[in-house]
């Protein structure tokens, strides 16, 4: 929580106004930032000063993982985050390869799970690197990446947070996420919990104990209808962190595409401030 208020007040103090063709609203930026989670001692990093939907969150993750394209697979699992972009945005709208309603393209899991080769078949990242790091192999390339530049125009947005590399060291396991742009009142709350909860299952389901989750990101800003609110966030005293548990029954990627809901995940002794309700640039 510390390090989280510490990155929106130094975007207030030292932020710079940037203007933003995609969404038409400027954004006070700041460049580089750094956010350690320390899966292993189970330091869920949930934010305390507002109410924070974090099933929404990891309902998303869970999306991603297995690879969904629609807005409509992810609402019905709980979360309602690609609405907007796959049927509010003009340019998505126009695309001719856009499929219909709730159709959000090639992005995220798609590439994850789908990418697409030159031969015509396709490759799994994610499979490959559950199938290595069950066996106890690091080949210092276990990445997943949702980067496909050559198939930008055949989704809705470009990957926000595109790459997480897995490294196996000692008996742990690390999680290094790469985020190119981030929207700290409302992304960062997701995916600071998307970190934390990726290395947590990765563990589980490799048999690894969890060490850290690394989180960086290039751009991260605050969009100008924002920013009162956040200050306003930013004189509420935060509360300790809750902890988060993980149904023990939940063994491999299998079970992660199959049966699990955000049920799976309970949250304990969450303390928070009340809700804020920040407006969404599409
Ligand atoms: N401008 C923008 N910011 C984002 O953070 C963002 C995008 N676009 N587009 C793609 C995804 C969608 N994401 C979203 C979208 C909506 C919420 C949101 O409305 N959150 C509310 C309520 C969540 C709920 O009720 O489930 C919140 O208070 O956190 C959060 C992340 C993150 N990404
Ligand atoms: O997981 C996510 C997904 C998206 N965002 C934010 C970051 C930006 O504000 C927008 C994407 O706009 P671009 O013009 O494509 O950069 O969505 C996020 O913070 N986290």
């Known amino acids: 929580m510390r390090q989280y208020l510490q990155l929106c007040q130094r975007i207030v103090d030292e932020g ?14 700041v460049i580089n930032a750094d956010l350690e989670y320390d899966v292993g001692n189970n330091q869920f990093p949930l934010l305390t000063t507002r109410k924070s939907y974090y099933k929404a969150a990891i309902a998303e993750l869970l999306g991603y993982l297995r690879g969904y394209d629609s807005a409509a697979q992810f609402r019905a699992i709980g979360c309602n985050t690609w609405n907007a972009n796959a049927n509010e945005n003009q340019a998505w709208l126009d695309n001719p390869h856009r499929k219909g309603e709730d159709d959000m393209g090639r992005v995220y899991g798609v590439q994850g799970r789908r990418w697409q080769k030159p031969d015509g078949s396709t490759l799994d990242q994610l499979a490959k690197i559950v199938s290595n790091l069950s066996k106890g192999i690091d080949d210092r390339a276990e990445i997943l990446t949702f980067y496909n530049p050559g198939e930008f125009e055949l989704g809705c947005l470009r990957p926000c947070m595109h790459t997480h590399t897995f490294s196996l060291l000692g008996d742990k396991l690390y999680l290094t996420s790469y985020q190119r742009s981030c929207d700290v009142p409302l992304g960062l709350n997701f995916n600071q919990v998307q970190c934390f909860v990726l290395l947590a299952l990765m563990a589980q389901i490799t048999g690894h104990k969890a060490g850290k989750a690394y989180h960086k990101i290039a ?8 920013l009162e609110l956040l200050k306003l966030q ?25 049966w699990v809901t955000t049920d799976d995940f309970v949250l304990h002794d969450y303390q928070y401030h009340p809700a804020i309700k920040y407006p969404f640039s599409v």
Do not use: F, K, M
């Not at 710079?16 to 006070?28: D, K, P, Q, S, Y």
């Not at 751009?219 to 924002?226: G, K, P, R, S, T």
């Open 16 to 29: 710079i106004w940037v203007e933003n063709a995609r969404t038409g609203t400027r954004c006070l930026t």
């Open 219 to 226: 751009n991260a800003h605050v969009y100008e209808n924002q």
């Open 234 to 258: 930013l004189q509420r005293e935060p509360y300790p962190s809750p902890r988060l548990t993980i149904n023990p029954e939940i063994r491999s990627l299998t079970d992660l595409e199959t």
